[in-house]
């Protein structure tokens, strides 16, 4: 069983900037891929940004350039770094991972989400 648990939500105002944090613990004997995604009232979950290994991270287009994910290994935590938030990115963003477990099996798990609002 993995567990992933988000920090770094908050209020901001616009052009401001916010740091999430997302670590993974449990029974993982490695992580292939973290995700950030982000549900707006009223609208569908929507995928963020994404780090895999052995490839370069990628966004979706309308945070390209003012978001940052970045990952350590190490601690099986990912974080994103947002910079020059907009209201429109207000949302509750949420962790993912996929890996295998000590077991074998594989996993995917997604943590409880916090929230960010960009408001003045």
């Known amino acids: 069983q993995v567990q992933l648990v988000e920090s770094g939500g908050g209020l901001v105002q616009p052009g401001g900037s916010l740091r999430l944090s997302c670590v993974a613990s449990?029974?993982?004997?490695?992580?292939?891929?973290m995700y950030w995604y982000r549900q707006a009232p009223g609208k569908q979950r929507q995928l963020v940004a994404a780090?895999?290994?052995?490839?370069?991270?990628n966004y979706t287009p309308s945070v390209k350039g003012r978001f940052t994910i970045t990952r350590d290994n190490a601690n099986n935590a990912v974080y994103l770094q947002m910079n020059d938030l907009r209201p429109e990115d207000t949302a509750v963003y949420y962790c993912?991972?996929?890996?295998?477990?000590?077991?074998?099996?594989?996993?995917?798990?997604w943590g409880q989400g916090t929230r960010v609002t960009v408001s003045s």
């Open positions: 993912n991972a996929d890996g295998t477990l000590v077991s074998g099996r594989q996993f995917g798990s």
């Open positions: 780090i895999r290994n052995y490839d370069n991270p």
């Open positions: 449990g029974s993982i004997l490695s992580i292939y891929a």
